[in-house]
């Protein structure tokens, strides 16, 4: 099945008008990640999600009668919440299923559960789990569209939307989602890191430059491929660039902090010492360039608690873009009567 949006006549706001558009986002209405997508097909989703943004009821609540269930085997705040608000605002209902109290502690399978919940009748899946591919494999074994919410450190596609929407709305970019000539340093724990993958992807693919800083143990050389630049020192890059993404050192995923010998990132201190967004570092960095974390946040870390709440920093409304981004992606796989404004056939 091919995704058809017709009818992007508004112009509200300078957004570009999307007619007729043709998606190809996955012949099965999954969202599994961005790497591979075509810039079209983002495109697609951000046009919506950036008048969404404006008016959170632009296309009413076409998802009334529908049911959205977020399988999450993992910990969450902001996905979780945000893709429940999200569904709320369509008019769908949410059912939250978290692996703890579930029947995934008598031995059932991630693929058994799937298939459980979808049996009772459901439009969509929203999933999260530690483990790469989890999202899909179940995409493979259930015929409702799934939504990857973060698989391991995979992909997380919904996060590199939301990425890339607030850089557009905090460089006037909103109108065509053209990132050229922007770069963005993406700092610290890449090799880990799920939104990195996706963000370098969707970002790469909009024209932006990505240069991804870090110490070799958690940024290594062949992060290259995925289409960015590397670069070990953090202060050679932050006069030039036109967002700075701090990332959590993810512990929970095998990283550590060693004694910084051989690219090794070195304890707390040193590693904030090199790759923390401090103040001083923030300071210099270029006029209407901004500073940006997915959270949640190592405040002291990989960023100062005075950079995370002074006025460079976008993290809080990454978050408010989460909503609109992920009632677009809704829209997208579930479809249904989005009324004036738009239709999805
Ligand atoms: N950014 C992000 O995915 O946050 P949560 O883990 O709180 O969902």
Redesign the pocket.
Known sequence: MWWRMRGWRGEAGGLPSYDAQVMTIDSTNNLLGLQGMDAGSIRALLAPAARLMENRRAFGRPLAGRTVVNLFFE??????VSFTVAAQALGAGVVQFGAGGSSVSKGETLLDTARTVEAMGVDALVVRHSSAGAAGLIAEHVGAPVINA?DGAHE?PT?GLLDILSLAQSHDRLGGFDLSGLTVAIVGDILHSR?ARSAIAGLTTLGAAVVCVGPAALCPDGIASLGCSVERDLDAVIGSVDAVMALRVQFERGAELGDGADGDPGDAGAYAMRYGITSERADRMKAGAVVMH???MNRGLEIESAVADGPRCVALKQVAAGVPVRMAVLLHSIGGDVGAGVAVT
Not at 75 to 80: A, G, L, M, N
């Open positions: 910990d969450s705040t902001r996905t979780r973060g997380h996060q939104v997915p959270g949640p």
